[in-house]
């Protein structure tokens, strides 16, 4: 069984990494705007795979995050 202390690391680097590419998706759109997009255009294609992909990672990370938190819960009720 992986000690509590890696879980909250692992969770917390999961963490930074979903706050880090949820400001770039934002970023992102708001530079689209500043070009004159208007929020229900579509984006241009280059745009349009970034932010697949941000959203994508952006997923996949909150399944991991609800997985530690699982998983350190877990290890509470094991003390």
């Known amino acids: ?12 680097a999961a963490y930074t990494e979903r706050v880090t590419l ?4 934002g970023a992102l759109l708001d530079a689209a ?14 745009l ?5 992909a941000y959203t994508a990672r ?4 909150n399944v991991v995050i609800a ?4 998983r350190i819960a877990a290890n509470r009720g094991n003390e």
Do not use: Q
């Open 1 to 12: 069984m992986t000690d509590d202390g890696e879980l909250r690391r692992r969770r917390d």
């Open 22 to 25: 949820m400001r770039l998706r």
């Open 33 to 46: 705007e500043a070009t004159g997009l208007r929020p229900e255009d579509s984006l241009p294609e280059p």
């Open 48 to 52: 349009a795979r970034a932010y697949a």
């Open 58 to 61: 952006i997923n996949d990370l």
């Open 67 to 70: 997985d530690l938190d699982r």
